[in-house]
């Protein structure tokens, strides 16, 4: 049973609580950037409906005992994503949304402020990152027209790293850069 005065400890506790994650400076976050070993990620332009659209899958080999994907191919890298063929429980992972990846620049991190798209331009797929204010990012290509699903090649100064929480890495994954880049 919680008592009034129980209950006034619980929220000033949890007013305590919310003052140092709300005081943080505008560019700060509560989360932290960690490496990762990049040949274990590959970006994919993965098709939607009838191969028209495309949305951005990213899959993690965690564990060596099978692989989660295949290349073959270059400009562009034709993707087999064997992860779909077994249960790829504790062998690899796949973060196919925005609770799965977000944009990070530096300290910023964007989360929903920033969405990553592909669009086909020339037959290529492209992945941007958009924000409400009319920022556009290029993050990575294909390098070729194709079908199917297609290797995303990040451009120069970005890479895959996972969130952390202090020490903790998390089920999360940044596409990130150390400086905004130079916009055109």
Known sequence: MITRSNFKKRLLAAVAG???????????????????????????????????NSQLNIYEQVRDRRPCFARQGNKPTIVNPLLGTFD??????????????????????????????????????ILMGHSPDGLALLVARAGGGGSGFVELKMEPGWKVMRR????????????????MPETK
């Open 18 to 52: 919310l003052s140092s994650i709300c005081c943080l400076p505008a560019d700060a976050s509560l989360f932290q950037a960690g490496e990762v070993k990049a040949e274990r990620f590959i970006l994919v332009a993965a098709p939607i409906g009838d191969g028209s």
């Open 88 to 125: 790829f429980t504790g062998i690899c992972n796949r973060y196919i949304d925005s609770n799965g990846y977000s944009v990070r620049v530096g300290n910023r991190d964007f989360g929903p402020e920033m969405r990553l798209t592909i669009s086909h331009q020339a037959g290529e797929a």
């Open 164 to 179: 952390q929480f202090g020490k903790r890495a998390l089920g999360h994954v940044y596409i990130y850069r150390d400086t």
